[in-house]
């Protein structure tokens, strides 16, 4: 099946690389995932998409394993848990994730963050507090359905479900505590689900603190840079490798951004040429396209 040129852009060099001894979870060559919302596509703080935290996962694994596979085709920006769970339901995902032997979910911050309103001028934060009740009960719900199908569809799958960092570190400090308290709330649950489901849940907020602007550093904007990114993939690998492989900064990749015409063109044609696992569902092209390119950030 084909990949898209925007899944990973360096895959073809990294199967090259020399597998060397790991401590990781899952030994032997690696067949890799990513599901989920724009930070496992790899959204930028300019909404683009370059390396995110899952390309920077498949180069470390490939650098100290065979990586057989990887593909980030099921991830897209301004994705819901309601959204990933079509995605992982749909028959167009079910080649890849049969085949998958390890997996990552980023999914629970857009049910929340579209509650949110954020003034970057002022760094005020505002939302309601029962509509984002409502909306974690529905994380909690459909991450629940989504761990129970990927069980089904890949019972080989290592699942690793990612945490959100406080999106918000230009915020006046006196607007940041009620708004990181949901976001800390959406980690509980988000854990708390692996939890029960048997799979792994990654931490990632202490890598980020309340005071992140080096890692998200557009005011306007919720999407971290590449150290982000990286700090992302480390938290994953203190997690899969019990800290035993790490990228570092200088193993970041040069930057080569694609915009979402040119990954909406590249999925076009992709199905043009047959690959039916680059078919998007119409609402999620004409409203979370929309919603990510001229709206508002979202995850």
């Not at 890799?32 to 498949?58: H, M, W």
């Not at 911050?109 to 954020?118: G, P, T, V």
């Not at 492989?245 to 040119?262: D, H, K, W, Y």
């Amino acid at each position: 099946m084909k990949n898209s040129k925007w899944s990973f852009v360096l895959f073809s060099l990294v199967l090259f690389l020399v597998p060397l001894q790991t401590s990781a979870q899952v030994f032997g060559p690696v067949s890799y995932v990513a599901l989920g919302d724009s930070l496992a596509a790899g959204q930028t703080p300019t909404r683009e998409i370059d390396t995110g935290y899952s390309d920077l996962i498949a180069l470390e694994i490939a650098r100290n394993q065979p990586l057989a596979f990887y593909s980030k085709d099921l991830a897209f920006p301004g994705f819901t848990t309601a959204d990933v769970l079509k995605r992982v339901q749909s028959k167009e995902a079910k080649p890849l994730l049969q085949n998958a032997n390890v997996i990552t979910i980023s999914a629970g911050a857009n049910d929340l963050l579209r509650l949110i309103k954020s003034d970057a001028k002022s760094g005020s934060l505002s939302f309601q507090q029962i509509p984002a009740d409502y909306s974690l009960n529905s994380v909690r719900k459909n991450m629940k359905t989504i761990l129970t199908e990927l069980k089904k569809t890949a019972p080989k799958a290592e699942i690793y479900i990612m945490g959100y960092y406080f999106a918000y570190p230009h915020a006046r400090d006196s607007q940041k505590v009620g708004t990181a308290k949901q976001l800390t709330k959406l980690n509980e649950i988000l854990a708390k689900e692996a939890k029960e489901a048997g799979v792994n849940f990654v931490s990632v907020d202490a890598a980020f603190g309340d005071d992140a602007i080096g890692k998200v550093p557009n005011p306007a904007d919720v999407h971290p840079n590449a150290e982000g990114y990286r700090a992302m993939a480390n938290s994953f690998f203190n997690v899969y490798a019990k800290g035993g492989m790490q990228v570092t900064s200088g193993e970041i990749p040069p930057a080569n951004p694609l915009t979402f015409e040119e990954i909406m063109q590249d999925r076009q044609g992709a199905l043009e040429e047959g690959d039916q696992s680059a078919t998007l569902p119409s609402s999620y092209i004409d409203e979370e396209f929309i919603a990510v390119t001229e709206i508002k950030p979202i995850i």
